[in-house]
């Protein structure tokens, strides 16, 4: 039996767009990564959790290039107040965003973090919300990156898997590493109500 994570009040998906997962520059794995951070969010607005999207405002002729196919996110974002859109332009997803008010202002103390890349945009989030002092889950099956190119003389390619394990692992003892993301579970921040009530069919 997998043992739980203690909640986290939010859930932030980085950078999953569609030039990361789909064609020939997404992440290997891309289709295990949308079913983890598919099932985060299902569970995370059930649960009443924040969910941020963060989307990466790439340059003119990079593959997210700004209001380019490639730049749209792969998940809709849902309706209501407890979801939103973050959009950057450097690694960190708080620098220059509003993220940290999102957090401070709804109360929360602890975040999952998931997406893309691992040890670029997801490990430059996961530091600066430790350094906030926020409590950080990282499913490691939640989160993937490219290969790294052989360098002559250097090293040999490295699979996008050791990439992923390097970058969790260098975070330190702080961030919480957990496999599989199913691990996770959400609760409802302070600021904001429970858990949302079936609707019923529309």
């Keep these: 039996m997998t043992e739980r994570t203690k909640p986290v009040e939010a859930l932030l998906v980085v950078d999953v767009q569609v030039s990361t997962v789909s064609g020939p520059r997404a992440v290997p794995g891309a289709a295990r990564l949308l079913d983890r951070t598919a099932d985060l969010l299902a569970r995370a607005r059930a649960a009443g959790a924040l969910v941020v999207h963060v ?6 002729g990079s593959p997210d290039a700004t209001g380019t196919p490639g730049w749209e996110l792969h998940h809709p974002v849902g309706d209501g107040p407890g979801e939103t859109v973050v ?3 450097e690694a960190d997803a708080f620098a220059g965003t509003p993220l940290a008010g999102l957090l401070s ?11 893309a890349m691992s040890e670029m945009c997801v490990q430059a989030t996961a530091r600066t919300a430790l350094a906030r002092g926020h409590r950080v889950v990282l499913p490691y099956d939640a989160h ?3 290969n790294v190119p052989a360098a002559p003389g250097i090293s040999d390619e490295i699979p996008a898997a050791t990439v992923s394990r390097v970058a969790a692992w260098a975070l330190g003892g702080g ?7 199913a691990a ?3 609760t409802a921040p302070p600021g904001r109500p ?3 009530q079936p609707t019923g069919p529309r």
């Design 175 to 181: 961030a919480e590493i957990t496999a599989p993301a």
């Design 55 to 60: 989307q990466n405002d790439g340059p003119a």
């Design 87 to 89: 959009r950057k332009s």
């Design 184 to 186: 996770v579970t959400f």
């Design 194 to 196: 429970g858990p949302r």
């Design 105 to 115: 202002g709804a109360g929360v103390r602890a975040v999952a973090v998931c997406g």
């Design 144 to 146: 993937a990156t490219q």
